[in-house]
C-alpha cells in the first residue's frame, strides 16, 4: 500500500516535471541517479550487516542492550549515539527499524532518530560559526532534552 | 584510518566474515544471506521513487527558492513559506545554515529562524515514506506530531534563554 503510494507519487510528479520542463526533469534524475550511486554501497554494507545483526544478536541480547530491561541506560546511550554521530537516513531508518524489530524499545529508538535529526555534536562548531556558541549549545542542549521527552512519550504510547 | 573504513572495504570484509561463517556454520552464513535479502528487496522497493522525489525537489525547489520564497520583508506569510519549502528542500542540516543566517539578515526574527532550522533537520517530506516504511506509520506520525510542538518550545525557551542573558549577538 505504501510503496504503492510511493510509486504513484513519484511517477505523477515525474510526469508533471516532464510536461513542464523536459530539461530540468532530465536533470532531477540525473541528480537521483547520482545520489544513487554514492549511497549504493554504504547502503549495501548497511543491508549486509543488518543481516548479521539479525542472524547473531538475538532479541534477548538486543533487549538487555536498548530493550525494555535497560531503562534509563538504553535510552541514554541512544541519544548520545545519535547526537554525536553523523549518519544517511538511507542507513539510518533500516537499521534502526531492524533494531525495534529484535527487542530494541521504541523509546530507544525513537531517542535515537530524534536525536540523529535535531542535534549535531559534529556539525557545533559549524553552526556556531554561523550562529554564535550560545545559540549552538542551547538550540542543541534544548533539542537533546526535548528528544529525550518525546522518546519517553513514544515509549509510554507505542509499544 | 578513513580510507580503511570505506564502504567498499567493509562490503570486503562483511563478505570474507560471511564466507568463514559458512565454513563453521553453514546454516548460519545462510540466513545472514536471507535476512539481509529481504531487506535489500524492501529497500529497493522504495528506493528508486524516493530517489526521484528527491532529485525532482532538488531541481525545482534549490536552496536560492528557499530564499527567494522569504521575499525581501520577513512577515509571518514569508517564514511561513521558507519552513514550507524547507521541507522539501534537501540537504542536511548545515546546509541549512546560511540560509538561516541569510534569513537573520532580512530580519526574520530568531525564534523563527531556530523554527526554520530545527524543522530544517528534522521534517523532510520524501525521508517520511523512508520512516513509515521501515518504523511503520504508528513511530513515524507519532515522532512527527510530537516533533513539531517540540520545535515551537524548544524556539520559544532559546529566544527567551538568549534574549535574557542578552547572549545574542551576531557572528
Given at each position: 500500500m505504501l510503496v504503492a503510494i510511493i510509486w504513484g507519487l513519484a511517477i505523477i510528479l515525474l510526469l508533471f516535471s516532464l510536461f513542464q520542463n523536459r530539461a530540468k526533469t532530465w536533470r532531477a534524475l540525473i541528480f537521483a541517479w547520482k545520489f544513487f550511486r554514492s549511497m549504493a554501497l554504504p547502503v549495501l554494507a548497511t543491508i549486509w550487516a543488518?543481516?548479521?545483526?539479525?542472524?547473531?544478536?538475538?532479541?534477548?541480547?538486543?533487549?538487555?542492550?536498548?530493550?525494555?530491561?535497560?531503562?534509563?541506560?538504553?535510552?541514554?546511550?541512544?541519544?548520545?549515539?545519535?547526537s554525536v554521530v553523523l549518519i544517511q537516513a538511507f542507513i539510518a531508518f533500516p537499521l534502526a527499524g531492524s533494531l525495534l524489530r529484535q527487542g530494541a524499545s521504541v523509546r530507544a529508538i525513537a531517542a535515537f532518530v530524534t536525536t540523529l535529526v535535531m542535534v549535531g555534536v559534529i556539525t557545533a562548531p559549524l553552526e556556531a560559526k554561523f550562529f554564535g556558541r550560545q545559540f549552538t549549545f542551547w538550540r542543541n542542549f534544548l533539542s537533546f532534552i526535548l528528544a529525550i521527552l518525546i522518546a519517553l512519550i513514544m515509549g509510554s504510547i507505542l509499544r | 584510518m578513513k580510507k580503511f573504513f570505506s564502504a567498499r572495504n567493509i562490503l570486503i570484509l562483511l563478505a570474507l566474515t560471511n564466507i568463514l561463517v559458512y565454513f563453521f556454520a553453514p546454516a548460519k552464513a545462510l540466513l545472514i544471506l536471507s535476512n539481509a535479502r529481504?531487506?535489500?528487496?524492501?529497500?529497493?522497493?522504495v528506493m528508486p521513487p524516493i530517489l526521484v522525489l528527491i532529485g525532482l525537489f532538488q531541481v525545482w525547489v534549490p536552496r536560492q527558492t528557499v530564499e527567494r520564497a522569504m521575499g525581501s520583508k520577513s512577515g509571518l506569510k514569508g517564514i511561513m513559506m521558507a519552513i514550507l519549502v524547507g521541507t522539501a528542500a534537501m540537504g542536511p542540516l548545515y546546509a541549512a545554515f546560511p540560509l538561516g543566517v541569510s534569513l537573520l539578515e532580512k530580519g526574520a526574527s530568531l525564534f523563527n529562524v531556530a523554527v526554520f532550522l530545527c524543522v530544517w533537520a528534522s521534517v523532510k517530506i520524501p525521508m517520511i515514506f523512508f520512516e513509515i516504511k521501515f518504523l511503520g506509520p504508528d513511530f513515524a506520525g507519532l515522532r512527527l506530531a510530537l516533533t513539531l510542538p517540540s520545535i515551537i518550545l524548544i524556539s520559544f525557551l532559546l529566544k527567551t534563554i538568549l534574549k535574557r542573558r542578552s547572549f545574542y549577538e551576531k557572528t
Open positions: 543488518i543481516g548479521f545483526l539479525l542472524s547473531f544478536l538475538t532479541p534477548s541480547i538486543i533487549s538487555r542492550a536498548i530493550g525494555q530491561e535497560s531503562g534509563w541506560w538504553g535510552v541514554t546511550l541512544a541519544a548520545l549515539f545519535g | 529481504t531487506y535489500l528487496l524492501e529497500m529497493l522497493s
